[in-house]
């Protein structure tokens, strides 16, 4: 999001903070629309239209699956279909009054919207006539975002779906100014509607309307960085009419200050100095990488946690309190600690729908593995997987492994030493010691993973790594 | 308490200060550029940053501003675009670094070269970054110049910019003055508040910031990869709005280069017109290269000898120095074997005006 995006998108959040009716409505109505003007052009420009229109689509698909049957027909949500198909006609009307709405003026013809139309509310009938069949079509719907999910991570199936598919030509070597094909907030979209299709599975989804299911999942402040929230907690503020105090305000200005201070000042600044591939290959002392990896560290801390502030900032001018994300993550004495206060939003969707379900199946097996076994197998499972969130490539994966073995080593360390340690590291300065040569530990031990998240292979990472430590 | 606070009362005086703030900088106008962790914190660059737009800030993070001139120095400028610059190159392998990788000395002094192109040609740049550079002694200047140095536009100037003020009353001071508007508009008072120059301020900070780098790796612009040179060409015949048969001097910056003459006073000035890229296949009867039409270019070869032999500096031609082989993505660019050929051709006159 630019500053002028976040502006507009501040202001428009505390005039819905004064809102006494319709608040949820409005809020719905301003997300629709931020869908379509936070997607960033595409190499197809049809796409810049599609793919906004595909996120809603899929959103109100998902809340047909998810909610039950007296929701489906309740008169409330009509009033947010409305809203939704009304925001979407508006963006595509720009093709008729050769309008620029949102810089959408190249808006595709009416007749292949209406198409688009008429197969949801098909999908939609079929869905509610089929209502025995429910659990495989959640089955269905919870396998088909996966599926989507993948392949829009991976680069190979991505670039298949981008030249085949799409049919956008695939760009000449060193041709400059090429755009990149972006659905903007799918990877969060998607794990909202996994966490409620898996919860209307499990029976625990709690009764949503479709203003409350879609306002959930493309809430405007958290649609492109989250945090992941959960639906029922989302759905009972939206609920509580919360009239601003002053509290609220002071809250809300100093989170916003603070984010865009940290993104748009500090983290722009360090973007200069941060580790990179021509950095890596250009610079020959250890010493100066090492500030340069520093650099990209607190880089992107400061960019997501600002990115984060500025969401829950806009989320407090509406009455909605957004979860934390971040906890002082580069202060933490061990990795354990770090996960705890880093993205917090998304390793506790992790915890909920991976860790906990892997060690409960692990340990209720006939023949449980060893302690140790099943926590190593966990936790390098759900780093794992955390990695290939960011996208399915080797760097992310070793990335989330080595995460998974820092976790696993800390986690045996810390069983080993439990009463071993000596009485002088448990009190005054002796454990204010321990705790600061923790966090330095910790602090290293994170940066050093970075370069397998951010450097463009893995085996550039490694040979930056070595060369780091002075082994290479 | 924090609730007791009044946000509407906060607000308020958040944005009395935060006016009070700009308008005091506004007023004390102080001269930032000047600000630089180069030559004392961290050396000096070996060319000029580029994407600063800001001349003065620019020279202080050149290695030139904080290297004094010591008796046995004969301290020579180059001037030019992306060319002598060495867009494309590390530091290294550009004119000037190879210029002194040749150890030249004349008459018992070391012949030591300051690379103080810019990208984007423009010979009215040129005009700004000598007038910057002759606090530094300079004893002789090398220009390197192509037809599109003399095209009146707006965006070579940007570096200039910042300092409108000064450039608009040099621009008057050498009968320069129909230019004006291209340097911008002289800021009124709200110009001049932070708010209003945060785009500067900030690229100021990156400047600094970019000056690690620079002391790491000798780092100073980002490579990307680039497409080659084609050998085939359009027909179009025309230049930039120019079309066949006569090229208007009057229309370009040829009126530069007398004032450059009288800003350099005795310096030793020499002219050249760079090498280029000369395509060889389709429509090559009708233009050397993507960018100019034979017709144009050599129009502007015989006005450029005529503009330097009025002022009495030397002249080279050295257009078709460079085999096709030896140029990277437009028409100006060299790579190092490149930029090593030009080195070596002027060495000798540089040698000869050094030590007459």
Redesign the interface.
């Known amino acids: 999001m630019s500053v002028l995006q976040i502006a507009v998108l501040v202001v428009l959040a505390a005039a819905v903070g004064q809102l006494r009716n319709g608040r949820q409505l409005a809020m719905l109505g301003i997300s629709a629309l931020a869908v379509f003007w936070l997607q960033p052009d595409e190499p197809a420009p049809g796409l810049r239209f599609w793919l906004p229109v595909a996120t809603l689509g899929i959103v109100v698909v998902a809340w047909i699956l998810t909610a039950s049957a007296e929701l489906r027909s309740r008169r409330l949500d009509w009033g947010a279909a409305l809203v939704l198909f009304t925001i979407v006609v508006v963006v595509e009307l720009n093709h008729y009054f050769g309008a620029d709405v949102l810089g959408m003026a190249g808006t595709p013809r009416v007749e292949m919207l209406a198409a688009v139309f008429v197969g949801i509310a098909a999908l939609a009938l079929v869905l509610a006539r089929t209502r025995g069949m429910n659990r495989i079509w959640l089955i269905a719907g919870f396998v088909g975002i996966l599926l989507l999910f993948i392949m829009l991570k991976t680069p190979f199936l991505e670039n298949s779906i981008e030249h085949s598919l799409l049919r956008i030509p695939v760009p000449r070597a060193g041709a400059g100014g090429v755009i990149p094909f972006t659905w903007m907030g799918f990877s969060y979209v998607a794990f909202r509607l996994l966490h409620t299709i898996r919860d209307r599975l499990s029976g625990r989804l709690p009764p949503v309307t479709l203003g409350e299911y879609a306002n959930y999942v493309v809430f405007f402040p958290a649609f492109t960085a989250g945090p992941i929230d959960r639906v029922e907690r989302f759905g009972a503020e939206l609920r509580t009419p919360l009239p601003l105090t002053n509290a609220d305000w002071l809250e809300a200005g100093t989170r916003l200050f603070v984010g865009l201070f940290k993104k748009f000042v500090l983290a722009d600044l360090l973007a200069v100095i941060s580790i990179s591939d021509p950095l890596v290959s250009q610079v020959k002392s250890a010493a100066w990488l090492w500030v340069f990896l520093y650099a990209y560290s607190f880089r992107i801390y400061l960019d997501f946690s600002g990115y984060t502030d500025i969401a829950i900032g806009m989320g407090r001018l509406m009455g909605i309190r957004l979860p934390e994300n971040f906890a002082a993550p580069y202060l933490k004495p061990n990795v354990t600690q770090f996960w705890n206060s880093w993205h917090m939003s998304l390793t506790q969707w992790f915890r909920s729908y991976v860790f906990n379900p892997l060690s409960r199946a692990l340990r209720s097996a006939e023949r449980p593995l060893p302690v140790w076994l099943i926590i190593l197998v966990v936790q390098i499972s759900t780093m794992l997987l955390i990695g290939l969130w960011h996208g399915v490539t080797w760097g992310f994966a070793i990335w989330g492994l080595w995460h998974g073995l820092g976790l696993f080593v800390h986690n045996r360390w810390s069983n080993f030493t439990r009463s071993r340690m000596p009485a002088w590291t448990q009190a005054g300065r002796g454990q204010a010691a321990m705790h600061a040569l923790g966090v330095f530990l910790t602090f290293n031990f994170v940066a050093l993973g970075w370069l397998f998240f951010n450097l463009s292979s893995p085996e550039l990472a490694w040979r930056t790594l070595l060369r780091l430590v002075g082994l290479a | 308490m924090?609730?007791?606070?009044?946000?509407s009362r906060?607000?308020a005086k958040a944005v009395i200060i935060f006016a009070l703030l700009n308008v005091a900088f506004a007023g004390l106008d102080p001269t930032v550029e000047r600000l630089s962790v180069f030559n004392w914190f961290l050396p000096g660059r070996l060319r000029l940053p580029i994407h600063v737009d800001d001349l003065q800030a620019s020279f202080n993070a050149h290695v030139i501003s904080g290297l004094p001139k010591d008796s046995g120095e004969y301290r020579i400028l180059l001037l030019g675009d992306s060319q002598t610059w060495g867009l494309r190159l590390?530091v290294q392998q550009s004119l000037g670094q190879q210029m002194n990788a040749m150890h030249l000395s004349a008459c018992g002094r070391k012949l030591r070269f300051y690379n103080l192109a810019l990208p984007f040609a423009s010979a009215l740049r040129d005009f700004f970054v000598l007038s910057e550079s002759l606090k530094y002694e300079p004893d002789s200047v090398v220009w390197l110049l192509t037809l599109n140095s003399f095209l009146p536009r707006a965006e070579p100037l940007d570096p200039v910019k910042a300092q409108s003020q000064a450039a608009v009353s040099l621009l008057e001071q050498y009968a320069l003055g129909r230019y004006r508007d291209l340097v911008g508009p002289i800021p009124s008072f709200l110009g001049r508040t932070p708010t209003a120059e945060a785009g500067r301020l900030?690229r100021l900070?990156?400047l600094q910031?970019?000056g690690?780098?620079w002391?790491?790796?000798?780092?100073d612009f980002?490579?990307?990869?680039?497409?080659p040179q084609k050998s085939g060409v359009l027909d179009d015949p025309t230049w930039e709005g120019f079309a066949p048969p006569e090229l208007d001097p009057a229309q370009l910056f040829f009126d530069v280069v007398g004032p450059m003459h009288r800003l350099a006073g005795g310096l030793p000035v020499l002219v050249i017109s760079e090498p280029m890229f000369i395509a060889q296949g389709r429509n090559s009867a009708i233009r050397y290269n993507v960018q100019y039409p034979r017709w144009a270019y050599d129009q502007y070869l015989a006005l450029l000898q005529r503009a330097a032999a009025e002022q009495g500096w030397p002249y080279m031609d050295l257009h078709a120095l460079v085999a096709d082989s030896d140029f990277t993505d437009v028409p100006q660019h060299l790579n190092a074997e490149g930029e090593k050929q030009l080195a070596q051709a002027i060495a000798p006159t540089i040698l000869r005006m050094a030590c007459p």
Not at chain 2, 215 to 219: F, K, L, N, P, Y
Not at chain 2, 222 to 227: A, I, L, N, V
């Open positions: 924090i609730c007791d606070v009044r946000p906060l607000l590390p900030h900070a990156l910031l970019d690690m780098r002391t790491a790796g000798m780092i980002d490579t990307s990869p680039y497409e």
